[in-house]
T-cell receptor, first 113, second 113 residues
Framework: AQSVTQLDSQVPVFEEAPVELRCNYS??????LFWYVQYPNQGLQLLLK??????LVKGINGFEAEFNKSQTSFHLRKPSVHISDTAEYFC???????????FGSGTRLQVQP | DGGITQSPKYLFRKEGQNVTLSCEQN?????MYWYRQDPGQGLRLIYY???????QKGDIAEGYSVSREKKESFPLTVTSAQKNPTAFYLC????????????FGPGTRLLVL
């Protein structure tokens, strides 16, 4: 079964600083990768996804992610964060066998003034 | 306004009691999913259904049951056999096609009295 690993459980960062949230996936012939955001006590909202084509994927709220096949990574980046970006971020991979998403353990982004 | 609704927002369970969490979608999606969220563990798949009248166990199905009698509804019952039910429960739906986005409801928080 496919899986994803999020290497950091918490990432503190100052407002207007850049941030990178790391995600590595288990290797597969074809892979579909997703990043979701969750604000406190809410459901998940899609930030962006990679299906094929360009390895740099742009999403909502100024986020982008780069698919790197050789390093089996799909790191999420934002050049300048805001207080409102404080949330939990989940990386996920499409499991072709179950036709469902498998999620990583999440990274809590804490933006400080 | 299309989306996924979950009710109730908070649910309290007494010892030995079965409780049912509601999930309804009006997105005309074939596939529906239930996830359990615990701090630091990400989202774990409980049950999923790709089509009406059919469903499969996920990674942590023990102590839970589901039904899928209608396309738009996928209720989850937490039985008395689930010894540690306190968690945030998230319902999602998608077309079920490879790489398609899963859309999430707002979640139900289950607490044990």
């Amino acid at each position: 079964a496919q899986s994803v690993t999020q290497l950091d459980s918490q990432v503190p960062v100052f407002e207007e600083a850049p941030v990178e949230l790391r995600c590595n996936y288990s290797s597969s012939v074809s892979v579909y990768l997703f990043w979701y955001v969750q604000y406190p006590n809410q459901g998940l909202q899609l930030l962006l996804k990679y299906l094929s084509g360009s390895t740099l994927v742009k999403g909502i709220n100024g986020f982008e992610a780069e698919f790197n096949k050789s390093q089996t990574s799909f790191h999420l980046r934002k050049p300048s964060v805001h207080i409102s970006d404080t949330a939990e971020y989940f990386c996920a991979v499409w499991d072709t066998g179950r036709r469902a998403l498998t999620f990583g353990s999440g990274t809590r982004l804490q933006v400080q003034p | 306004d299309g989306g996924i609704t979950q009710s109730p927002k908070y649910l309290f369970r007494k010892e030995g009691q079965n409780v049912t969490l509601s999930c309804e979608q009006n997105l005309n999606h074939d596939a529906m999913y239930w996830y359990r969220q615990d701090p630091g563990q990400g989202l774990r798949l409980i049950y999923y259904s790709q089509i009406v009248n059919d469903f499969q166990k996920g990674d942590i199905a023990e102590g839970y049951s589901v039904s899928r009698e209608k396309k738009e509804s996928f209720p989850l019952t937490v039985t008395s056999a689930q010894k540690n039910p306190t968690a945030f429960y998230l319902c999602a739906s998608s077309t079920g096609h490879r790489g398609e986005t899963q859309y999430f409801g707002p979640g139900t928080r289950l607490l044990v009295l």
